[in-house]
Structures are given as structure tokens and as C-alpha cells.
């Protein structure tokens, strides 16, 4: 049962492991062609030129030294020099206790000094446990995506982790395979340090590829959850700027990252293009420093919701009032009362105070202020008032109505008269209603409003009177209705 199993599984990651199938077998032919190559190359005698050049120079007795030719061209300096920086190769592996069982065996078996095309049969033993080192690799890494991994995430509510192996679990698989490629090649010891820097390379851009892969699966991922949350909570339109916003920075850190990584692999110096890359952006910002504040005001208004789009809002230092017709990153648009739209900078926001009309709900107190004489009977007119405004259209019944005397005027009791309208959009005409029924009740009760005048009298002496009338009688002309008025 169990080795049927087994097989069936070979047979599947054999039909579906191609990619595995042509890496391992190109870097086992690379290999084998490093050590034949390696062998022949090996049994040659070393040429005399070549023995020379590879003489240290410290090796030469002091004061023997070949003097320099003063009239040599002098050798012109690299373009890449300090940009592209010399590797350190990787230490030459060392056997360790599976090379040395496999030793061990192919002496007791009597072929450790039989070779075929130039290699010898330990080596190959080696070359082959490596390769069975990837299949059982890829196996284990099949087997934990499709069995471990899937039954936890049946086993949870949410259906994210469910999507999240669906997106990543294939790739995280061949990440699996990779690290054992590179694994299973650095324990060979009869691979050149070429071949192994060579495979390395392969092998490096070949994960950086699928690591980078999966981010972007996972970004993408992140923004399908994203938008599908602000549809259900009705917030599409409204956040939808944010989050192709934050979705494309993270994809651009993403491909940043990943050529940084890339290039300081293969011993490029990125000093250089970092300290670019942040002149670059600090000359951007100054430049753009206005839609960068309008942006963060923004997405500061998207996260913290002072007001949604439909609410009525006032931006008092800007003089501004109407219902938003949108919230973007770097305006809101205002509808006004007139039918007007007004583009206004997020940043414009943020610097003034916002009175919200709609929120926390609809309803609205409204009050306005009329004076009576001093004579009046102030509790007939409070009465009078109260009853005559909760009898208004739109005035809401459950909600108090207050009449209060707040100020003793010029001309008379000043009060103040304050009452609840349902929604904010009917003010103008239930304060034009409510004025309408105050003036009818109080004509009818025969209550008439004092009027805004003042009274001025002056006192003076009998003196002061009777220079004022000479003056009068010298300036009579002047008076109207006097003789030179004709």
C-alpha cells in the first residue's frame, strides 16, 4: 500500500516537475562536464608562461626586481572600477560523514579507483544522491503544500489562508526545490569553484525570481481583500484611490528591492544608484512638496472620516459649504446650494475646521431671536412662543422647544428661541415658516415686537439754551423751509 503510493507519487512529480526535471539535468551535465573537462585539463603539463606569471612577486629577492619601463604607456583606468566590485569565491566543500559512507562503500565494494569518462565511480555515487536529494526534495515540499498545509487551512473560518496557499503554495514549493538544488551541489567536492559560482548565480536569480513572485501574488492578494472589504462596507468609490495607491508603491518598493538585491549579487556597488535614487526623490519632493502634503491630507481624511461623500460639511476659514461629491487624494469636491462645484486641496482641509451637518444624524437645531417691550408679560409670551412653534411643519414633536431670555436689549427682552428640525436640508424654509407663524400669533394676541430705536435726551443749563437760540435766529436762513429756501 505504502509503495504504491510512493510510486504513485513519483510518477506525478515526474509528469509535473518538468522545470525540476530540466535544472537538475542541466546542472548535473554542467557538472559533469566541469570534472571531465577538470580531469584532462589536469593531466596536461602546465606551460612554462604560465608557470612564470604565477610566481609571486614577494618571492623575487629584494633588489632584484625587474625595474619598471619609465617610457610604458601607463594602462587606462576602468570605467567600472569601484562600481563593479571582485567576488570572493566560496570555500572548496568539505566531505562530509554521507561523502565519506559512499567512499566507504565503493572501496569495499573495490571500484574507488574505476572511473568512467574520466570520473570516478565515487563521484558519481555523489552526483547521484545529490540528484536524489532534489527528487525527495521536491516531494517533501509537494507533500507539505498539498497535504500539511491544506488540511490547516480547511480546518480555519476565514477563506484568506485558503486563497493565500492557492496563490503561493506552487511556488513555494519550487523555493523548496531550489534551496535543495543549491544545497545538494555545494556538498559535491569535485566541482570546480567555477562551476559551483556559475550554478550559484542560476540558482540565486532563480529564487530571487519566485520570492519576488510570491510578494507580488501576495500585494495582489492583499488588494482583491482590500476591495472586496470596502464593497461590502460600501466604501468603494471612496477608497479606491488609496488603495491603487498603495498597492503600485508597494509593487515599485517590491522591483526596487529586488534589482538591489540582484545587483549587489553579482558585485555591482549600489551606493552609487541609492544616493541617486535619493537626490532623485528629494528633488521630487521639492518640486511636488504641494500635491505631497494635498496627498497625505488625503489619506489622512480617507482613514480618519471626518465626513463621507453625501455629507453636508462647512469649511469655515475657507468660506466653503455644501455637500462632498467626492474624496480624492488630492482634492474634495463640494457641491453648493446653487448647484456649483468647488475643487478644494485636501491640504486646505486639514488647516481649517470642518463642521459636519450629517454627522452624527441628520437632525438639525435650529433658533433664531425676537424682542418684545418691557412691558410685555414675559410668561404669556413665552407661552406663546413655545406653542406657536411646536404647531410649525417639520418641528419635531419629541424634541424640546425652548424659549429663553438671554438679554435685557436697548429697546427691549431679547429671547432666544430654539427648536428641532428633522434633517439640515429643510432649514431655510422651516425658519421661514416658523418666522411666518410668530408674526401671525403675536398679531393676533396683539403683542407687538419692539423696535430697534433709541432715545436721546440732552440737558443743558439756561445759558447754553439761549446761545443756542441766537445762533438759531442769526442762521435762520440756513434752516429749512427758511427765506433763502425759496
Known amino acids: 500500500m505504502i509503495e504504491s503510493r510512493l510510486s504513485c507519487l513519483i510518477v506525478r512529480a515526474m509528469k509535473r ?13 554542467l557538472v559533469m562536464w566541469d570534472a571531465v573537462g577538470g580531469g584532462v585539463a589536469s593531466a596536461r603539463a602546465p606551460e612554462p608562461g604560465i608557470a612564470r606569471s604565477a610566481t609571486p612577486k614577494s618571492a623575487v629577492p629584494k633588489g632584484e626586481e625587474e625595474p619598471e619601463d ?43 579507483r574505476t572511473t568512467f569518462l574520466g ?26 503544500v498539498r497535504r500539511v498545509l491544506s488540511n490547516l487551512v480547511q480546518r480555519t473560518v476565514t477563506e484568506f489562508d485558503d486563497r493565500l496557499l492557492e496563490a503561493i503554495g506552487g511556488d513555494a514549493r519550487w523555493l523548496v526545490v531550489v534551496l535543495v538544488l543549491y544545497l545538494s551541489t555545494v556538498r559535491l567536492t569535485f566541482v570546480s569553484v567555477g562551476i559551483k559560482a556559475f550554478l550559484g548565480d542560476i540558482y540565486f536569480i532563480v529564487g530571487l525570481a519566485l520570492i519576488f513572485r510570491v510578494v507580488f501574488k501576495l500585494i495582489n492578494l492583499a488588494d482583491e481583500w482590500a476591495r472586496q472589504r470596502t ?12 488603495i491603487v495607491l ?26 552609487a544608484l541609492s544616493a541617486a535614487l535619493g537626490l532623485g526623490g528629494l528633488a521630487i519632493t521639492l518640486a511636488a512638496q504641494d500635491t505631497i502634503a494635498d496627498a497625505i491630507a488625503g489619506f489622512i481624511i480617507l482613514v480618519d472620516r471626518p465626513f463621507r461623500v453625501g455629507d453636508r460639511i462647512e469649511i469655515q476659514g475657507a468660506g466653503t459649504w455644501g455637500d462632498v461629491m467626492g474624496i480624492g487624494l488630492r482634492s474634495t469636491r463640494i457641491r453648493t446650494r446653487d448647484n456649483r462645484a468647488i475643487i478644494l486641496p485636501n491640504s486646505t482641509i486639514s488647516r481649517n475646521q470642518v463642521v459636519n451637518y450629517s454627522y452624527p444624524d ?18 404669556a409670551v413665552r407661552r406663546l412662543i413655545v406653542a406657536t412653534v411646536r404647531a410649525v411643519e417639520g418641528v419635531l414633536a419629541d424634541r424640546p422647544v425652548d424659549a ?28 421661514d415658516r416658523v418666522h411666518t407663524a410668530l408674526q401671525v400669533a403675536f398679531d393676533e394676541a396683539g403683542i407687538s415686537f419692539a423696535p430697534k430705536t433709541q432715545s436721546v435726551k440732552l440737558q443743558a443749563d439756561a445759558e447754553t439754551v439761549q446761545r443756542v437760540a441766537a445762533t438759531f435766529k442769526r442762521r435762520g436762513g440756513t434752516r429749512p423751509g427758511g427765506p433763502t429756501d425759496a
Do not use: H
Open 17 to 29: 516537475g518538468l522545470l525540476l526535471i530540466l535544472i537538475a539535468g542541466a546542472a548535473a551535465l
Open 246 to 271: 498603495l498597492t503600485r508603491v508597494a509593487q515599485i518598493l517590491t522591483a526596487v528591492v529586488g534589482l538591489i538585491i540582484f545587483l549587489n549579487r553579482f558585485g555591482v556597488d549600489v551606493t
Open 70 to 112: 619609465e617610457g610604458a604607456t601607463p594602462a587606462p583606468p576602468d570605467v567600472l572600477e569601484g562600481v563593479i566590485l571582485t567576488r570572493t569565491p566560496e570555500p572548496t566543500a568539505t566531505p562530509g560523514r554521507v561523502e565519506r559512507q559512499v567512499e566507504d562503500l565503493v572501496k569495499r565494494v573495490g571500484l574507488a
Open 119 to 144: 570520473v570516478s565511480v565515487v563521484d558519481w555515487a555523489n552526483l547521484g544522491v545529490s540528484l536524489l536529494y532534489v527528487l525527495v526534495g521536491y516531494l517533501i515540499g509537494t507533500w507539505l
Open 362 to 379: 441628520a437632525s438639525y437645531r435650529s433658533e433664531t431671536d425676537l424682542c418684545v417691550g418691557y412691558d410685555t408679560d414675559l410668561t
Open 231 to 242: 464593497k461590502e462596507t460600501g466604501r468603494e468609490a471612496e477608497l479606491e484611490p488609496m
Open 404 to 431: 429663553l431670555y438671554v438679554e435685557m436689549g436697548d429697546s427691549g427682552v431679547i429671547f432666544r428661541v430654539r427648536w428641532w428640525i428633522e434633517t439640515y436640508v429643510d432649514l431655510r424654509r422651516n425658519l
